[in-house]
């Protein structure tokens, strides 16, 4: 198997590569500027387990949700490289790769992750011997309906600490920083998935709605536009 996969959906970005048994990767903590680094690491993964990019069989790529600016810099740079190549991209949800690297086997829980304020993206998951199996799927809610959809024999895991306040009475739990084994792996569940997509199709999760689309139903409800 020969691949090279991403996240940029955070201030943490994952790149990793595989050569069938040579295996690469790197993690860029609390940097933000994905598109300083991405094309030069990519390349340099690829030197690193001796592949060229038209040697690649696919690229992997975390769709969100997450922040925007950096899924937009993480998806444009995949889709320049593949392009030339005409290489099929295999998408993953990026919640998936919290929940993959923070559930403990058998267990269930729900990630969360902050979008705008008062708002969370969230799915439900359980972790088996199998692999990772999604319980939901991404979506987008206020905190007190997120709330209400949570019980209290979940965990719920989220990123940084100042989300505890938000579900109080739950069982919460920091979520561990996903490795690049963790990546390759959850990539590697999504291409025997066949979660596949053209190249032009390619873009992220949009969950979040527009300021402006939220203030409407505030003023308006869900009327249409006179």
């Given at each position: 198997m020969r691949y090279l996969t991403l996240d940029s959906s955070s201030k943490r970005l994952l790149i990793a590569t595989r050569n069938g048994k040579k295996k690469a990767g790197i993690v860029l903590n609390s940097v933000g500027k994905h598109?300083?680094?991405?094309i030069t690491?990519?390349?340099?993964?690829?030197?690193?387990v001796d592949l060229k990019p038209g040697d690649l069989e696919f690229i992997g790529?975390?769709?969100?949700?997450g922040s925007l600016t950096g899924l937009r810099v993480g998806i444009s740079t995949v889709k320049g490289?593949?392009?030339?190549?005409d290489l099929p991209v295999v998408?993953?949800?990026?919640?998936?790769?919290?929940a993959i690297s923070s559930l403990n086997a058998d267990e269930k829980g729900v990630v969360v992750r902050k979008?705008?304020?008062?708002?969370?993206?969230?799915?439900r998951y359980k972790l088996t011997d199998a692999g990772l199996k999604p319980e939901s799927a991404p979506a987008f809610f206020p905190t007190e309906e997120l709330r209400k959809e949570l019980s209290s024999g979940e965990i719920v895991i989220g990123e940084?600490?100042?989300f505890f306040d938000d579900f109080p009475g739950l069982t919460t739990r920091i979520a561990e920083e996903p490795s690049v084994e963790e990546l390759l792996r959850l990539t590697e569940e999504a291409h025997a998935s066949e979660e596949m997509i053209n190249l032009r199709n390619l873009k992220p999760y949009y969950l979040q709605k527009s300021v402006a689309e939220i203030n409407w139903e505030k003023r308006y409800g869900?009327?249409?536009h006179s």
């Open positions: 598109g300083v680094f991405l690491a990519m390349k340099n993964l690829l030197e690193y790529c975390g769709i969100g949700p490289f593949a392009y030339p190549f998408i993953f949800c990026s919640l998936d790769l919290l979008g705008r304020e008062g708002y969370y993206y969230w799915r940084t600490q100042d869900n009327q249409g």
